[in-house]
Protein backbone atom coordinates (compact mmCIF):
# COMPACT_ATOMS: atom_id res chain seq x y z
CA UNK A 1 0.00 0.00 0.00
CA UNK A 2 1.04 3.14 -0.57
CA UNK A 3 0.55 6.08 1.46
CA UNK A 4 -1.78 9.03 -0.50
CA UNK A 5 -3.77 11.96 1.68
CA UNK A 6 -5.93 14.11 -0.32
CA UNK A 7 -6.73 17.67 0.54
CA UNK A 8 -9.22 20.45 -1.00
CA UNK A 9 -12.55 18.94 -0.48
CA UNK A 10 -15.18 21.58 0.98
CA UNK A 11 -18.80 23.37 0.11
CA UNK A 12 -19.56 25.52 -2.99
CA UNK A 13 -21.95 26.55 -4.43
CA UNK A 14 -23.12 25.54 -7.79
CA UNK A 15 -21.20 27.00 -10.72
CA UNK A 16 -17.85 27.34 -8.27
CA UNK A 17 -14.47 25.90 -8.62
CA UNK A 18 -12.47 23.69 -6.38
CA UNK A 19 -8.95 22.00 -6.67
CA UNK A 20 -8.21 18.85 -4.68
CA UNK A 21 -4.84 17.39 -4.21
CA UNK A 22 -3.18 14.28 -3.45
CA UNK A 23 0.54 13.97 -1.90
CA UNK A 24 2.47 10.71 -2.91
CA UNK A 25 4.19 8.97 -3.48
CA UNK A 26 7.63 9.84 -4.13
CA UNK A 27 8.93 10.36 -8.01
CA UNK A 28 11.16 6.98 -8.15
CA UNK A 29 8.13 4.91 -6.60
CA UNK A 30 6.79 3.33 -10.27
CA UNK A 31 3.18 3.55 -10.78
CA UNK A 32 1.02 2.80 -13.84
CA UNK A 33 -1.89 5.75 -13.00
CA UNK A 34 -2.96 7.96 -10.48
CA UNK A 35 -6.87 8.63 -10.94
CA UNK A 36 -9.60 10.50 -8.94
CA UNK A 37 -12.90 8.53 -7.88
CA UNK A 38 -15.91 9.40 -5.65
CA UNK A 39 -19.00 8.05 -4.45
CA UNK A 40 -22.10 9.77 -3.67
CA UNK A 41 -24.15 8.39 -1.12
CA UNK A 42 -26.08 5.02 -1.70
CA UNK A 43 -24.23 4.88 -4.88
CA UNK A 44 -21.27 2.92 -5.96
CA UNK A 45 -17.72 4.32 -6.23
CA UNK A 46 -17.54 5.91 -9.70
CA UNK A 47 -14.31 7.17 -11.83
CA UNK A 48 -14.17 10.71 -12.70
CA UNK A 49 -10.48 10.99 -13.87
CA UNK A 50 -7.38 9.23 -14.66
CA UNK A 51 -3.52 9.91 -16.04
CA UNK A 52 -1.03 7.68 -16.79
CA UNK A 53 2.69 8.22 -15.68
CA UNK A 54 3.11 9.45 -19.22
CA UNK A 55 1.06 12.17 -19.27
CA UNK A 56 -2.49 10.58 -20.63
CA UNK A 57 -5.70 11.59 -19.49
CA UNK A 58 -9.21 9.90 -19.27
CA UNK A 59 -12.45 11.58 -18.26
CA UNK A 60 -15.75 10.13 -17.24
CA UNK A 61 -18.55 12.00 -19.57
CA UNK A 62 -20.12 13.51 -16.69
CA UNK A 63 -16.88 15.86 -16.06
CA UNK A 64 -15.62 16.10 -19.25
CA UNK A 65 -14.75 19.70 -19.96
CA UNK A 66 -15.23 21.14 -16.65
CA UNK A 67 -12.30 18.63 -14.43
CA UNK A 68 -8.80 18.68 -15.20
CA UNK A 69 -6.36 16.14 -13.58
CA UNK A 70 -2.56 16.98 -13.68
CA UNK A 71 0.36 15.80 -11.79
CA UNK A 72 2.96 18.12 -10.78
CA UNK A 73 6.53 15.29 -10.41
CA UNK A 74 8.39 18.20 -8.52
CA UNK A 75 6.18 18.11 -5.69
CA UNK A 76 4.95 14.78 -5.97
CA UNK A 77 1.03 15.89 -5.93
CA UNK A 78 -1.60 14.91 -8.19
CA UNK A 79 -4.47 17.65 -8.68
CA UNK A 80 -7.76 17.73 -9.91
CA UNK A 81 -9.40 21.23 -10.78
CA UNK A 82 -13.27 21.38 -10.33
CA UNK A 83 -15.00 23.94 -12.46
CA UNK A 84 -18.25 24.72 -13.18
CA UNK A 85 -19.65 22.47 -10.12
CA UNK A 86 -22.88 21.13 -9.92
CA UNK A 87 -25.32 19.56 -7.25
CA UNK A 88 -24.66 16.31 -8.72
CA UNK A 89 -20.68 16.21 -8.25
CA UNK A 90 -21.14 16.13 -4.23
CA UNK A 91 -19.25 13.37 -3.44
CA UNK A 92 -16.50 11.90 -1.06
CA UNK A 93 -13.13 11.83 -3.84
CA UNK A 94 -10.81 9.40 -3.26
CA UNK A 95 -7.39 9.17 -5.27
CA UNK A 96 -6.19 6.50 -6.32
CA UNK A 97 -3.07 4.83 -7.60
CA UNK A 98 -2.63 1.97 -9.57
CA UNK A 99 0.39 -0.59 -10.46
CA UNK A 100 -0.43 -3.26 -12.46
CA UNK A 101 -3.76 -4.39 -10.78
CA UNK A 102 -2.48 -3.20 -7.38
CA UNK A 103 -4.49 -0.48 -5.95
CA UNK A 104 -3.89 2.19 -3.21
CA UNK A 105 -6.72 4.36 -2.09
CA UNK A 106 -6.30 7.79 0.29
CA UNK A 107 -8.62 8.57 3.09
CA UNK A 108 -11.17 10.86 0.77
CA UNK A 109 -12.15 14.24 1.07
CA UNK A 110 -15.88 15.57 1.12
CA UNK A 111 -16.95 18.39 -1.82
CA UNK A 112 -20.14 19.35 -1.52
CA UNK A 113 -22.38 21.49 -3.80
CA UNK A 114 -24.93 23.74 -2.86
CA UNK A 115 -28.14 24.44 -5.33
Known amino acids: QVRLVESGGGLVQAGGSLRLSCAGP????????MGWYRQAPGKQRELVAT???????NYSDSVKGRFTISRDNAKNTLYLQMNSLKPEDTAVYYC?????????WGQGTQVTVSS
Open 96 to 104: NLRVLFNYS
Open 26 to 33: TNNFSFDS
Open 51 to 57: ITRGGST
